[in-house]
């Protein structure tokens, strides 16, 4: 099924840390990170938030953005050397990054500097032990061939330019994996990621997926690829239980030509060329399905034989009589909206 994300809740520029606070909301299953958008707002406060990093896990980070027509001075990260979870984002620039060497206990890095100064930052040796990484290169090519040597990592977003991204090839134990804007290149070395349960590709452009062979993937979200239109070999997916499919101008069609017996939920949404969703038979356990702004015609849809386990049905056009005589008909035939 779809990943489930734990919620974030973000402390802005603190004057003081609310402990008791803090340790309530790890307590009921959140992430906590405390942020800072200048220098003014840390001078100060750094060492306590280093304290709470040594005796909380990390699901308590640090995050530094903004530093709005200043460089992010690496070397402030001297101060937190027990951060485990370190958010490096929204930034235009930075500098010394390669302190991030001294960060022996980060087990998380979200980086996104617009401006990054070292192609090579994965190089590092300190961040062969992250579990979760984010990274998006939006000027420097980024080298993804250190990728070789990072035997811990199970979650990966991955996005912009970049080069050797066929070294995620080597991450085994990778669970999830989002590429973000990265254009055209083959994705072949998906058949290597034997542990893959979650797969995101956003954005960037591609005609299709079928370098991807048999697999045992769980979740599969396509949103707003530019030129996609294949989508042919999607029962090649056959552990699937959630497929979202978003912003697709040009898939006209999405057939299930043999069972796919764990496949649970479908989104698709925004395909304003598709016209023909078929094969629903061969989907047993199908409970949810939502298609919206689609050019699928309700009346012929509905005609098919649809799963019996289908309870949660939405259908929409974006035209409001139109979508009040759908909700209607299926009112009618015992389905439920959708429920978020």
Same mark, same amino acid.
């Given at each position: 099924?779809?990943?489930?994300?734990?919620?974030?809740?973000?402390?802005?520029?603190?004057?003081?840390?609310?402990?008791?606070?803090?340790?309530?909301?790890?307590?009921?299953?959140?992430?906590?990170?405390?942020?800072?958008?200048?220098?003014?707002?840390?001078?100060?406060?750094?060492?306590?938030?280093?304290?709470?990093?040594?005796?909380?896990?990390?699901?308590?980070?640090?995050?530094?953005?903004?530093?709005?027509?200043?460089?992010?001075?690496?070397?402030?990260?001297?101060?937190?050397?027990?951060?485990?979870? !370190? $958010?490096?984002? %929204?930034?235009?620039?930075? =500098?010394?990054?390669?302190? +991030?060497?001294? @960060?022996? &206990? /980060?087990?998380? #890095?979200?980086?996104?500097?617009?401006?990054?100064?070292?192609?090579?930052?994965?190089?590092?040796?300190?961040?062969?032990?992250?579990?979760?990484?984010?990274?998006?290169?939006?000027?420097?090519?980024?080298?993804?061939?250190?990728?070789?040597?990072?035997?811990?990592?199970?979650?990966?977003?991955?996005?912009?330019?970049?080069?050797?991204?066929?070294?995620?090839?080597?991450?085994?134990?990778?669970?999830?994996?989002? !590429? $973000?804007?990265? %254009?055209?290149?083959?994705? =072949?070395?998906?058949?290597? +990621?034997?542990? @893959?349960? &979650? /797969?995101?590709? #956003?954005?960037?452009?591609?005609?299709?997926?079928?370098?991807?062979?048999?697999?045992?993937?769980?979740?599969?979200?396509?949103?707003?690829?530019?030129?996609?239109?294949?989508?042919?070999?999607?029962?090649?997916?056959?552990?699937?239980?959630?497929?979202?499919?978003?912003?697709?101008?040009?898939?006209?069609?999405?057939?299930?030509?043999?069972?796919?017996?764990?496949?649970?939920?479908?989104?698709?949404?925004?395909?304003?060329?598709?016209?023909?969703?078929?094969?629903?038979?061969?989907?047993?356990? +199908?409970?949810? @399905?939502?298609?919206?702004?689609?050019?699928?015609?309700?009346?012929?849809?509905?005609?098919?034989?649809?799963?019996?386990?289908?309870?949660?049905?939405?259908?929409?056009?974006?035209?409001?009589?139109?979508?009040?005589?759908?909700?209607?008909?299926?009112?009618?035939?015992?389905?439920?909206?959708?429920?978020?």
């Amino acid at each position: 099924m779809r990943k489930k994300w734990k919620r974030k809740i973000l402390i802005n520029n603190p004057l003081a840390l609310d402990r008791i606070r803090i340790k309530q909301d790890l307590r009921d299953g959140n992430q906590v990170i405390v942020q800072f958008s200048h220098p003014d707002f840390y001078v100060s406060i750094l060492e306590e938030v280093d304290e709470l990093c040594a005796r909380l896990d990390e699901n308590f980070g640090v995050r530094f953005y903004g530093h709005y027509s200043l460089s992010f001075d690496g070397r402030t990260l001297l101060r937190i050397p027990h951060v485990k979870m !370190l $958010h490096l984002n %929204s930034l235009v620039q930075a =500098h010394n990054t390669e302190t +991030l060497a001294s @960060l022996e &206990h /980060l087990h998380s #890095l979200h980086l996104g500097i617009h401006e990054l100064e070292n192609s090579d930052i994965l190089g590092i040796d300190s961040l062969r032990s992250l579990r979760d990484l984010v990274m998006i290169s939006d000027k420097k090519m980024l080298d993804l061939q250190y990728f070789k040597n990072f035997s811990h990592l199970e979650h990966l977003h991955v996005g912009g330019k970049v080069k050797n991204l066929d070294a995620i090839g080597y991450l085994e134990g990778l669970n999830y994996l989002a !590429l $973000h804007s990265i %254009s055209k290149i083959p994705l =072949h070395f998906i058949n290597r +990621l034997k542990k @893959l349960k &979650h /797969l995101r590709i #956003l954005l960037g452009g591609r005609e299709h997926i079928q370098e991807i062979e048999e697999n045992a993937l769980d979740d599969l979200e396509i949103v707003r690829i530019r030129g996609f239109h294949d989508l042919s070999n999607i029962t090649k997916f056959r552990a699937l239980t959630s497929l979202t499919i978003e912003d697709q101008a040009q898939l006209r069609e999405i057939g299930f030509d043999r069972g796919m017996e764990a496949l649970k939920e479908i989104t698709v949404s925004n395909c304003k060329g598709l016209a023909r969703l078929s094969g629903m038979e061969r989907l047993p356990s +199908l409970r949810k @399905l939502r298609i919206f702004k689609t050019a699928i015609d309700f009346d012929s849809f509905i005609q098919q034989n649809l799963p019996s386990a289908l309870s949660e049905l939405e259908f929409t056009t974006s035209k409001s009589k139109v979508d009040q005589e759908i909700q209607d008909s299926l009112y009618k035939l015992g389905f439920q909206k959708w429920r978020i």
